[in-house]
C-alpha cells in the first residue's frame, strides 16, 4: 500500500522541535540539551528511490509556490532564464526540476516572469515537456526554432530586467556557458539584450534558503549520519590491533550506499596517538593506519538524500584494558569543543557576514583560552554550499566576496572547526577536537537538527 507522503510529512513536522522565533527568544542561542547520542543507523527510516521522487516532487512544488515569488522580488529580477544543454547542466538546473530526471535533454530553457500579483510564470521551452509546475510554451522543431520561441515568449512578457546566470565569484551561479551566452544575444533583440543582468543573487539565496518542508524531513537525514558514524566507532567495525583507519571509511561508505544513500565525499578516518606530534598550531593532526587502544580517532562523512546534504566530523576513543571511562583530559577536550561550537554560534545575528562572525568568534575563543580554527559554510542542495563562508582552514582571516555575504533566517550550517587541548595523561600533548555538525539559523538561534556530538564515541 503507498502512503499518501503529504500527511506524512505534516506529522514529520509536529514531532521536531520547531519553535516560532517568539518562542526561541525566551532560549540561549545554544543549549548543552542540544547533545545526542544516535547509537545507529538502524530503525532510521530511508525510503526506495521509487518513493523519494513523490516528496522530493512536493519540496520542489513548494519551493516554486512560495519560496521563488519572495526571493524574485527580493533580488528585482522580472524574469529569470535558466539555459543548458545535456550533460553540461546549469548547477541550479536539478534542483528546479521535477523528478525522476537524469538529464538537461538536449537543450532545455526555463522562464520564470514575475507577474504583477506576485505569482510566478513556470515556462519551459524544450521537445520534452517537463510536467509539473512547468508549461510547456513551445510545440517543437530544430534548435533554431527553439531559440526563436524563447525570443518571442520573451518579447511578449515585456521584462525590464532580466536575470541569467553568470558569475565571476560564485560557481553555482555561473551555469550559462559562454556559447549559450553567445547563441541567446543573437536572438534577442538588442533592446532586450541590453536588459540582461547577472541573477547571482537570486541564485544564492535559492540555494542558501530552507523551507519548512525541508526542516520537516533535514533531521532524519542529519540523523543518519550520526547513526552510521556511532556504528563505525564501536566494536561492531573495530578490532584493536587488526582494524586499520581506511577499513572504517570503507564501512561508513559501504553502510550509505547499502542504505541507497550517495557519498558526496569519501569518508575520512584519521587517528592521533600519544606520543605523535601535534603542535599548538599549524597542519592537522592525524594519521592513517592500525588503530591501537588508547587512540583517539575522527571522521569527516558526507551524503545527499532528497536533495540535501550532510556534513559532519565527530570524535571516537579506542579504550584501554581496565578503562572503564575516557580519561578525563579527553572529556575536557570534548567539552572545549562544544565551548568553541557555544562561542560560533552565539555570533550567528542575521544580516552578520561570515566575516565578521569568524573575527568575533574568534576573538572570543581567545579570551577563552582556546586554540580555535574555524571554517564553517553552508549546506543544502551541495555539500559546500553558497552563503556566508565563516573562514577557510587555510585562512582564519577575511575572505574575499563569499565571506562578506550576509547571514540570513532559514539558511542550514555545518558547523566546522577545530580545537587543540592539551591532555595530561598523554603528558600535555595536544589533540585536535575536529567538529562538524549541520544546524539549522532559524534567525534567532542555531538548532542541531540531530543534536551534535557531547559525549566520546567509545570502542570498548
Known amino acids: 500500500m503507498r502512503l499518501r507522503l503529504a500527511p506524512v510529512l505534516a506529522l514529520m513536522f ?13 532560549s540561549p542561542p545554544v543549549q548543552a540539551s542540544q547533545g545526542r547520542v544516535i547509537p545507529t543507523a538502524d530503525g532510521l527510516a ?3 528511490s521509487r518513493d523519494r521522487v513523490e516528496v522530493e516532487n512536493q519540496i520542489l512544488a513548494d519551493r516554486l509556490e512560495t519560496l521563488l ?3 524574485m522580488a527580493e533580488s528585482g529580477l522580472d524574469m529569470w532564464l535558466v539555459i543548458n544543454r545535456e550533460y553540461a547542466e546549469d548547477p541550479v538546473y536539478f534542483t528546479l526540476v521535477p523528478q525522476p530526471s537524469f538529464a538537461a535533454r538536449r537543450t532545455t530553457m526555463l522562464i520564470f516572469l514575475r507577474k504583477p500579483d506576485g505569482t510566478i510564470e513556470k515556462l519551459s521551452v524544450n521537445r520534452y515537456p517537463l510536467g509539473g509546475a512547468y508549461t510547456s510554451a513551445w510545440a517543437g522543431g530544430d534548435l533554431d526554432a527553439q531559440w526563436k520561441a524563447l525570443a518571442e515568449v520573451i ?3 515585456n521584462p525590464r530586467r532580466i536575470g541569467i546566470n553568470v558569475s565571476r565569484d560564485w560557481p553555482v ?3 550559462l556557458t559562454a556559447a549559450l551566452r553567445d547563441r541567446l544575444l543573437e536572438a534577442l533583440p538588442a533592446e532586450y539584450a541590453q536588459r540582461l543582468t547577472p541573477a547571482e543573487p537570486l541564485v544564492i539565496r535559492w540555494f542558501e534558503t ?6 520537516q524531513v533535514y533531521p532524519q537525514i542529519v540523523a543518519i549520519a550520526r547513526g552510521v558514524i556511532s556504528e563505525a566507532f564501536s566494536e561492531r567495525v573495530i578490532t584493536p590491533g587488526v582494524t586499520r583507519t581506511e577499513d572504517v571509511s570503507w564501512y561508513i561508505r559501504s553502510r550509505f550506499e547499502s542504505l541507497g544513500l550517495s557519498p558526496w565525499f569519501f569518508p575520512d578516518v584519521n587517528l592521533q596517538r600519544r606520543g605523535a606530534t601535534c603542535a599548538a598550531s599549524g597542519p592537522s593532526c592525524g594519521e592513517e593506519g592500525v588503530i591501537q587502544r588508547g587512540d583517539v580517532l575522527h571522521t569527516d562523512v558526507g551524503f545527499c538524500y532528497l536533495k540535501l546534504c550532510t556534513d559532519t566530523q565527530e570524535m571516537g576513543y579506542v579504550m584501554r584494558l581496565g578503562e572503564t571511562a575516557p580519561p578525563a583530559g579527553l572529556v575536557s577536550a570534548l567539552q572545549a569543543g562544544n565551548r568553541w ?8 545575528v542575521v544580516g552578520r557576514t561570515g566575516n565578521a562572525i569568524l573575527a568575533s568568534t574568534l576573538e572570543a575563543a581567545g579570551k577563552a583560552g582556546l586554540r580555535a580554527s574555524v571554517y564553517s559554510h553552508p549546506l543544502g542542495f551541495v555539500g ?9 582552514w587555510d585562512n582564519q582571516g577575511p575572505t574575499a566576496v563569499q565571506g562578506d555575504w550576509p547571514l540570513h533566517a532559514n539558511t542550514a550550517y555545518a558547523i566546522e572547526g577545530n580545537v587543540r587541548h592539551p591532555v595530561p595523561e598523554w603528558g600535555g600533548q595536544f589533540v585536535q577536537m575536529k567538529l562538524e555538525q549541520s544546524a539549522l539559523f532559524d534567525g534567532q538561534r542555531v538548532i542541531y537538527l540531530a543534536g551534535r556530538q557531547t559525549e566520546w564515541h567509545l570502542v570498548r
Do not use: C, K, Y
Open 46 to 48: 530511508v525510503l526506495p
Open 341 to 348: 561550537q557555544d562561542l560560533l554560534t552565539g555570533n550567528f
Open 210 to 215: 530552507r523551507t519548512a518542508m525541508e526542516a
Open 14 to 26: 509536529s514531532l521536531l522541535v520547531w519553535e516560532s522565533p517568539e518562542a526561541a527568544t525566551a
Open 155 to 157: 518579447v511578449s512578457r
Open 69 to 71: 515569488p519572495r526571493l
Open 173 to 175: 551561479a555561473d551555469g
Open 384 to 392: 559546500h554550499a553558497p552563503g556566508p563562508t565563516i573562514g577557510m
